[in-house]
């Protein structure tokens, strides 16, 4: 599967934005899909995920930091996750990357290591 990241870009604390993450193929639903992030400076980190759409045991999941504030989801039609963001901080700063695993994989979703597939990034940008 390609991966392909939008909808970054420049806000003011306090903001919203919504990330999109456009996937190739006919298998998107099979796949676990992952938000990460990089800081400059900074090693990558998981951000939030959700399971393919037909496990049984479905899953969101997200990092403390932006629990409350991000909201993932998926929409298997348009072959799309999303990445809502409200009430951005200058600490979201950062380029983030979508990812994508095959289902059934068993590896902690939280780690980078367990994706196989990587969008190109999009930079967000939180101003004080």
């Known amino acids: 599967v390609q991966l392909q990241a939008s909808g970054g870009g420049l806000v003011q604390a306090g903001g919203s934005l919504r990330l999109s993450c456009a996937a190739s193929g006919r298998t998107f639903s099979r796949y676990d899909m992952g938000w990460f992030r990089q800081a400059p400076g900074k090693e990558r980190e998981f951000v939030s995920a959700?399971?393919?759409?037909?496990?049984?045991?479905?899953?969101?999941d997200y990092t403390d930091s932006v629990k409350g504030r991000f909201t993932i989801s998926r929409d298997s039609a348009k072959n799309t996750v999303y990445l809502q963001m409200n009430s951005l901080k200058p600490e979201d700063t950062a380029v983030y990357y979508c990812a994508a695993r095959w289902m059934y994989s068993g590896s902690d979703y939280r780690q980078s290591s367990a994706y196989a597939n990587w969008g190109q990034g999009t930079l967000v940008t939180v101003s004080s």
């Open positions: 959700i399971s393919w759409s037909g496990s049984s045991t479905h899953y969101t």
